[in-house]
C-alpha cells in the first residue's frame, strides 16, 4: 500500500539501483544516506572554475603575454579532445565505420577550431611586447607540446613520421627506439651553429621520451591508420575524412603556427632564439618536412606538391599566386 503512494518512475529507479549496488556487493542504503547530506554541485565546483582562472601565470609585466599563455593552454585542451576521440577509435574492437566517422568528424571539428584560433596570436598580440616577453621563456618552446606528438603517433604508422631524408630506411618493423630517435621534428630543435640537440629538445626528451617510444609500440597494431585497415570496403566519405584529418594536421594546423611566426619573428636565423632555439623556418612549411599520415591515400603528385598551394595564397598573398 505505500509503494502505491510513490511516482511509479521513481519506484522503477530505486529498483535499478537496488539491482545495480545488490550486482556490486554494496549497501544501496548507506549511498542513499550519503545522497542527503551533500551538497548541491555548482557550475563553478564542476569545472573547477577557480583553479583554472588561477593557471594563468605570466613572467613578465606585458599584459599580453597574459593571451599567449590562455592561448596555448586552450590548445592543450583540444589536443586532449582529440586524443580522447583517438583513443576510442584505437579501442573499439570491429569497428564499424559508423562509428569511426563519428569520431574523426569530431576530431576535424576540432582542428578546425584549433586553425581559426590562430588568429588570436596574430591578430591578438603587439609583436613589440611578443618579441620582449618572449625571451623571458627560454628555452621553453611549442615544440615542447607532448599532446601533440601524442596525436601523430595514434594517428599513423611511426615510420611515415620519420625525418624525410631517413624515411626510407626504416618500416613497420623497426624497433620502436630506433624509429623515436629520427622522428621529423627531432630535427626542428637542432642548434644550427653546433648541429647538436638543443637544450629544448634535451628537456622534452627526459620529460617525455619514455611515453612517446611506448606510445609507437601501444599503437603500432591500432593507429588511426591500422583502424582504417580494418574496415572492409571502406567508402569514398569514410576516406574523404581520413584525407582531411591528414590535411588539417599536417598542412593547415603547421601553416597556422608558420604564418604567426613570420608575423612575430624576423626572418634572420638569429631570431630562431625567440623560439626556444627550434629551427622553425625548416621545421614548421608542410613542404620540408612532408609529413603526411596516409600516403596510400594520395597520388604522387598530391605528396609532391604537400602544402604548397596553402603556402602561396597564406603567405605570400593572392598576387604571387596569379604571378
Request: aromatic share 18%.
Given at each position: 500500500?505505500?509503494?502505491?503512494?510513490?511516482?511509479?518512475?521513481?519506484?522503477?529507479?530505486?529498483h535499478q539501483l537496488q539491482e545495480k549496488f545488490k550486482a556490486s556487493g554494496q549497501d544501496m542504503l548507506s549511498y542513499l544516506e550519503g545522497?542527503?547530506?551533500?551538497?548541491?554541485?555548482?557550475?563553478?565546483?564542476?569545472?573547477?572554475l577557480d583553479v583554472l582562472l588561477s593557471l594563468q601565470q605570466p613572467k613578465t609585466s606585458f599584459k599580453d603575454e597574459k593571451i599567449f599563455i590562455i592561448y596555448h593552454q586552450i590548445t592543450e585542451l583540444y589536443f586532449k579532445l582529440i586524443i580522447s576521440e583517438m583513443e576510442q577509435i584505437a579501442d573499439q574492437h570491429a569497428i564499424s565505420e559508423d562509428f569511426f566517422k563519428a569520431r574523426l568528424e569530431r576530431i576535424l571539428m576540432y582542428f578546425d577550431h584549433l586553425i581559426s584560433s590562430f588568429a588570436m596570436m596574430w591578430k591578438g598580440m603587439e609583436r613589440e611586447q611578443f618579441l620582449k616577453f618572449r625571451m623571458s621563456l627560454l628555452p621553453s618552446s611549442g615544440f615542447q607540446s607532448a599532446q601533440f606528438r601524442e596525436i601523430e603517433l595514434m594517428a599513423t604508422d611511426a615510420f611515415n613520421l620519420i625525418t624525410l631524408s631517413k624515411r626510407g630506411e626504416f618500416d613497420y618493423h623497426s624497433p620502436s627506439d630506433d624509429l623515436f630517435e629520427h622522428l621529423y621534428w627531432q630535427q626542428g630543435a637542432i642548434e644550427l651553429a653546433t648541429g647538436e640537440k638543443t637544450l629544448t629538445l634535451k628537456n622534452f626528451e627526459l620529460k617525455y621520451g619514455k611515453k612517446l617510444i611506448?606510445?609507437?609500440?601501444?599503437?603500432?597494431?591500432?593507429?588511426?591508420?591500422?583502424?582504417?585497415?580494418?574496415?572492409?570496403?571502406?567508402?569514398?566519405?569514410?576516406?574523404?575524412?581520413?584525407?582531411?584529418?591528414?590535411?588539417?594536421?599536417?598542412?593547415?594546423?603547421?601553416?597556422?603556427?608558420?604564418?604567426?611566426?613570420?608575423?612575430?619573428?624576423?626572418r634572420d636565423p638569429v631570431d630562431i632564439a625567440a623560439t626556444g632555439g627550434t629551427n622553425w623556418q625548416k621545421y614548421l612549411p608542410p613542404r620540408f618536412q612532408k609529413v603526411i599520415?596516409?600516403?596510400?591515400?594520395?597520388?604522387?603528385?598530391?605528396?609532391?606538391?604537400?602544402?604548397?598551394?596553402?603556402?602561396?595564397?597564406?603567405?605570400?598573398?593572392?598576387?604571387?599566386?596569379?604571378g
Open positions: 500500500m505505500q509503494e502505491a503512494q510513490f511516482d511509479p518512475k521513481i519506484l522503477d529507479k530505486i545522497l542527503l547530506y551533500a551538497d548541491y554541485l555548482t557550475y563553478w565546483e564542476y569545472i573547477n611506448q606510445l609507437i609500440e601501444s599503437y603500432r597494431r591500432k593507429n588511426l591508420w591500422q583502424k582504417y585497415m580494418e574496415l572492409e570496403s571502406p567508402s569514398e566519405s569514410m576516406t574523404e575524412l581520413m584525407r582531411q584529418f591528414d590535411l588539417k594536421a599536417n598542412v593547415f594546423w603547421p601553416l597556422a603556427h608558420y604564418k604567426s611566426a613570420v608575423r612575430y619573428l624576423q599520415f596516409f600516403p596510400e591515400l594520395w597520388t604522387e603528385n598530391e605528396m609532391e606538391e604537400w602544402g604548397k598551394g596553402w603556402v602561396v595564397k597564406e603567405i605570400f598573398g593572392d598576387e604571387i599566386q596569379k
